[in-house]
């Protein structure tokens, strides 16, 4: 069984395009991120759900729009997408050990995105 | 603010020769590390984690790293590479009362030639 999931694994898209990426874990953790990872492979955290409640919000465009129907599911929502949006985004979960301490994260497959 | 310094960029191995990869975390609280590999075309997955106890960690497939308090480091260390090692290997810095917020550190490329 997949512990976190991403649909699409690719996804390529002209510019100005809205587009979603979808995540799911099984793991029944309380907390999940969205990262991005730039063509020289460096990672950095966009957004942090814990239990449905926005808790990280780095510096990201408000095009940027995550949205979490429940604790197992974290959505990114795209608008308005710029070349500069290409790139691979990961969607990792956690467990909350204490308040402001999460356990080891575990990240899905990715979503590589392609804007044209 | 933190940040992770990971000191190889590119390191190019052959098969059975030892491994270490450096990592440096700049934050003077309490934090949790971490080592993740990411083979080619893969996502991440953990090797190994410290976040109390022990400073010598063991993870999976042979690795193995040290924290070092004094010289705020994590290394990365494994007595002999497999061309299997081939991967990108990131380490990661979480403070405690952060919320989970996992510093990367820019990634070391390791090809190990067989």
């Known amino acids: 069984d997949t512990a976190v999931s991403q649909t699409p694994k690719y996804l390529v898209t002209q510019m100005g395009n809205d587009k979603s990426i979808k995540c799911e874990q099984n793991l029944g953790h309380d907390t999940m991120y969205w990262y991005k990872q730039d063509s020289k492979k460096f990672l950095k955290i966009m957004f942090s759900y814990n239990n449905k409640e926005l808790i990280i919000n780095e510096t990201v465009p408000n095009r940027f729009s995550p949205k979490s129907p429940d604790k197992a599911h974290l959505n990114l929502h795209i608008n308005s997408l710029e070349l500069g949006d290409s790139a691979v985004y990961f969607c990792?979960?956690?467990?909350?050990?204490?308040?402001?301490?999460?356990?080891?994260?575990?990240f899905g497959p990715g979503t590589r995105l392609t804007v044209l | 603010a933190q940040s992770v310094s990971q000191h190889n960029h590119h390191v190019i191995l052959s098969e059975a020769a030892s491994l270490e990869l450096g990592c440096n975390y700049s934050y003077g609280g309490t934090v949790n590390l971490f080592w993740y590999v990411q083979y080619p075309g893969q996502h991440l997955q953990l090797l190994l984690k410290?976040?109390?106890?022990?400073?010598l960690v063991k993870g999976i497939k042979g690795f193995e790293a040290e924290f070092i308090k004094s010289k705020f480091s994590f290394n990365l260390r494994k007595p002999s590479v497999q061309w299997s090692d081939t991967a990108e290997y990131f380490c990661?810095?979480?403070?405690?009362?952060?919320?989970?917020?996992?510093?990367f550190g820019k990634g070391t490329k390791l090809s190990v030639k067989p």
């Open positions: 990792a979960s956690s467990r909350q050990l204490l308040a402001g301490v999460t356990d080891t994260q575990y």
């Open positions: 410290y976040f109390s106890g022990d400073p």
């Open positions: 990661a810095v979480n403070a405690d009362g952060s919320q989970g917020n996992l510093i």
